[in-house]
């Protein structure tokens, strides 16, 4: 997907932009976590070395965090690409859409990296048999033998910002979108509409009933 999105001219608009690096995490998390789950279904030897679980734990957490963010990112440029279409190519400018893309990979490592450093400075002597098919961080820092407080109440404030930010994003986008198609006064509008603006991308601008109060032009 992310080839025939760079090859094909008509696919390079930001909803477009924005997939691609949704598809990107996506690959990248599959190719940290898949292979040595695989590994060990198959193999005897379940070992993994310290340092690699340590990298496996930042980069599968920098790639879920970052699809987090990013899944608001697209929301919000659906939102754009509906309530103002006439202004949306000028809304989601090129500029703005790789700072919102390079926003969510910075934040996206700058929490796991936070959690890593604290990961680092903990005890593994004892126990070290992870109670998980990957480096998890709570089952990872629940094997060590120093206080695990500070990695805890970190890992919860990152983990409910994330959430509840990404969530309230999302929903606020949707619901203004729902208001919106809901001001088409024909039921078959409004069906077309909810067709259209929820199940395709916002950037193929189709023809709407004359009747929506936000005329839109086919791109």
């Avoid at 965090?65 to 103002?84: G, K, P």
């Avoid at 024909?186 to 005329?215: E, I």
Wanted: glycine share 2%.
């Amino acid at each position: 997907m992310i080839v025939i999105i760079k090859i094909n001219p008509k696919s390079h608009t930001p909803m477009y932009f924005f997939l691609s690096h949704l598809s990107f995490v996506d690959f990248c998390y599959s190719s940290i976590v898949t292979p040595k789950l695989l590994e060990n279904l198959v193999m005897a030897d379940k070992s993994i070395f310290y340092f690699s679980c340590m990298l496996q734990f930042f980069l599968s957490c920098t790639a879920v965090v970052t699809e987090s963010f990013l899944l608001a990112v697209m929301a919000y440029d659906h939102l754009v690409a509906i309530y103002n279409p006439l202004l949306y190519t000028v809304a989601m400018s090129q500029r703005l859409c790789a700072l919102l893309v390079a926003g969510s990979y910075l934040w996206g490592m700058f929490g796991p990296l936070v959690l890593l450093c604290y990961a680092l400075l903990l005890d593994f002597s004892g126990h070290n048999v992870i109670n998980h098919f990957f480096c998890e961080y709570t089952a990872l820092i629940a094997v060590s033998s120093s206080d695990i407080h500070i990695p805890q109440s970190l890992l919860f404030g990152f983990a409910t910002f994330n959430e509840v930010s990404t969530l309230l994003i999302i929903l606020t986008s949707y619901v203004f979108i729902f208001v919106t198609v809901l001001k088409i006064q024909s039921a078959s509008g409004r069906r077309k509409a909810f067709f259209l603006h929820l199940c395709l991308p916002p950037d193929c601008h189709h023809h709407l009933p004359r009747d929506h109060p936000f005329p839109l032009l086919c791109a």
